[in-house]
């Protein structure tokens, strides 16, 4: 009896550690920039290359989980919604592959590729979490731009872009849907801010 009992225990546990637990499982997004590759513009080239980097993000931000705020001040992650990779690593990621699409640029690359650049853009994580204190509830995402003259390491320009989308349903998958309309639409103005500001530092006499 005493051995048929311990058999049992030992199943139940090896079924929660196999997923037999009520416990529900974590699921992950993709944080996506939701614009159409037709609305790419075609700008006229320049002959500037240029480095696309994540500067020092709001650690809290910046984390596996999604976070969300049920008051005002306050912030929390959900236990069970994740994203696919660090939200600061990823917005740095759509923001290369966007400027690259609309050719503006001689080149586009990451910090990590390691080559030479004219010019280098950093964009940190300011605010990135799903209100839930307000009524109808939103995602807010803010982020910081500053644009630098590689060659003479002087900041050309610096902008803080925000943007909120709301929320359909009170969960994590209409709040990572959010999530993917403001990116979309901070893309929507930071891109065109950065080639404009090139544009005028290669206008400038020097």
Known sequence: MKRAALAFIAATCLGGCLGGSS????TYYVLQDQ???SDAAA??????????????A???????????????????????AAWTDRPARSVVQL??????ARGGFASVTSMSAGVRADLVLNIGIVQFYHDVAVNPAVVRVQLSAELIDWRMRSL?????????????TADAQAAAAAFN???????DALVPWVEVQAAKAASEPG
């Open 23 to 26: 416990v529900p499982p974590r």
């Open 95 to 100: 923001a290369e592959r966007r400027l690259q």
């Open 35 to 37: 614009a159409p590759a």
């Open 43 to 56: 700008t006229r080239p320049s002959r500037q290359s240029l480095v696309v980097a994540a500067s020092a």
């Open 58 to 80: 709001d650690v809290f931000y910046d984390a596996e989980s999604l976070v969300f705020s049920r008051n005002p001040g306050q912030r929390a992650y959900y236990q069970f």
């Open 181 to 187: 309309r403001a990116v979309t639409s901070a893309l």
């Open 156 to 168: 050309l320009a610096q902008r803080t872009f925000t943007t909120t989308a709301p929320v359909e």
